[in-house]
C-alpha cells in the first residue's frame, strides 16, 4: 500500500518565507497590501516547497472559482463534427490557460438539458459562461440572465425583445462582419462576370445566416434577375445540408453559374454534387464558401475560396473580455486600445481568392 505524500502548507511556505500565514494568503490570492521584497519571498517559497493552492479555500476568501463554462448551445454530434467548434474552443482554451483558470464544457443535446445548465451555472460553480450557437428561439440567455452570471456571447445576439435576454441590456459578444463578407464574395462573383449567382444559406434561425443572406442580397439587387428567390436555397451549415440545397438549387435552376455557400461545409457538399452532376468548378460554376477553415478548404477539389473569420481569435476575445469583466479583472487581463468592454465586438473578414473561384 503507497503511503499518502503530505502537501506542503500555507503555514510551511509561511516559515519558509519568514512572513505570517495572513501574508502568505494575500500573495497567494493575489491581494493588495503586501510590500515587493516580501511578496517575492513568498514567491520564492512557494516555488520552492512547490506549494498549490487550495481551490476551495481560495475560492472562500477571493469569491472567485478561476473556472469559466463554455456553453455550446448544440448537440455533441455536431460539436465533434465542425471544425469551427474546435476552432473557438481551442482560441477560447488558450486565453484562459494564459490566465489560468480551468474551462468547463457544457453542450445542450435539446431543450431538457437547457433548465440543467442554467443550475449549474446559477450554482456558483463558475465566475462567468461563454455561449455560443444560439438560435432565434432559444431560452438559454433568459435562463442565463435569471442565473446572474458574467456572461460573453458568440455572435450578434438577436432574441426579440424579451429583457431577460437583452438586447437593449448591453450584452457583450463578439462576430464577424457577416454581412460584410457575403457582401465581398458576391461583388467578388459579379466581377467575374456571373450572373446566376445562387445562395446556400445556414441555418435561418441563427443571426450568423440572417446576416449573410442579407449581405447577399444586398449585392443581388443591382444584378440582372437577381431578386430571382429560386437562387436562395436553405440549408444548415453541414456537407449533408450543403448536398440537398445544391441538389435542389440545380432542379430548380440548371443555369447556375456561381454558388456562394453560408460556410466552408456547405461548400463542400456542393461541390461534391457539382462533380457528380459533371459540372467543373470553376469554369461552369464558380463556388465561394465562408469561414477559411484549413481542416475544410484542404480538402476541396478545386482549393476553395471563401470568406475568412478569424475563429480562433474570436474565442480568445470572447474569454479575455470576460475575464476582464469579472471583479479585479481590469488589473489583471489587458484589452486591446480599439477593443470596448461591454457592448458588441464585430471583427473584420476577408476574402481569400484560390481556385473555386
Known amino acids: 500500500m503507497t503511503e499518502a505524500v503530505s502537501r506542503p502548507t500555507l503555514e510551511a511556505v509561511a516559515a519558509l518565507a519568514g512572513v505570517s500565514r495572513a501574508t502568505v494568503s494575500r500573495v497567494v490570492n493575489g491581494g493588495d497590501g503586501v510590500r515587493e521584497p516580501l511578496a517575492e519571498r513568498v514567491r520564492q517559497a512557494v516555488a520552492e516547497l512547490g506549494y498549490v493552492p487550495n481551490r476551495a479555500a481560495r475560492s472562500l476568501v477571493t469569491r472567485r472559482h478561476d473556472a469559466v463554462a463554455v456553453v455550446i448551445a448544440e448537440p455533441e454530434a455536431r460539436v465533434f463534427a465542425d471544425p469551427f467548434f474546435a476552432l473557438q474552443l481551442r482560441g477560447i482554451s488558450k486565453e484562459l ?9 457544457l453542450l445542450t443535446e435539446g431543450r431538457d438539458d437547457h433548465a440543467r445548465v442554467a443550475r449549474y451555472l446559477a450554482g456558483g460553480h463558475v465566475d462567468g459562461a461563454l455561449v455560443f450557437s444560439l438560435h432565434l428561439d432559444d431560452p438559454l440567455p433568459g435562463l442565463i440572465h435569471d442565473a446572474g452570471v458574467p456572461t460573453v456571447f458568440g455572435g450578434r445576439p438577436d432574441w426579440g425583445d424579451d429583457p431577460r435576454a437583452g438586447r437593449s441590456a448591453g450584452v457583450v459578444y463578439v462576430d464577424c462582419d457577416n454581412r460584410g463578407g457575403a457582401r465581398a464574395a458576391v461583388r467578388h462573383l459579379v466581377d467575374l462576370g456571373r450572373r446566376r ?12 445566416a440572417v446576416d449573410r443572406l442579407d449581405g447577399y442580397r444586398e449585392v443581388m439587387a443591382d444584378v440582372p434577375g437577381g431578386a430571382d428567390a429560386r437562387l436562395v436555397v436553405e440549408s444548415d451549415f453541414t456537407p449533408a445540408g450543403g448536398e440537398r440545397a445544391m441538389r435542389t438549387l440545380l432542379d430548380r435552376c440548371p443555369d447556375v453559374d456561381a454558388v456562394f455557400a453560408a460556410n466552408d461545409l456547405t461548400a463542400l457538399g456542393a461541390l461534391r454534387v457539382l462533380r457528380e452532376s459533371g459540372r467543373r468548378v470553376p469554369e461552369d460554376v464558380a463556388v465561394i464558401g465562408f469561414d477559411d477553415m ?11 475560396t471563401t470568406v475568412r473569420q478569424d475563429i480562433e481569435e474570436m474565442g480568445r476575445l470572447m474569454a479575455r473580455l470576460l475575464l476582464h469583466g469579472l471583479p479585479g479583472g481590469r488589473d489583471r487581463v489587458a484589452l486591446r486600445a480599439d477593443t470596448p468592454p461591454d457592448g458588441g ?11 473555386s473561384a
Open 197 to 208: 449567382i445562387a445562395h446556400l444559406t445556414g441555418a435561418l434561425d441563427q443571426t450568423s
Open 345 to 355: 465586438v464585430i471583427l473584420p473578414t476577408t476574402l481569400i481568392r484560390r481556385a
Open 97 to 105: 490557460t494564459a490566465h489560468d483558470n480551468q474551462l468547463v464544457l
Open 294 to 304: 484549413l481542416p475544410v478548404t484542404e480538402q476541396t477539389e478545386p482549393p476553395l
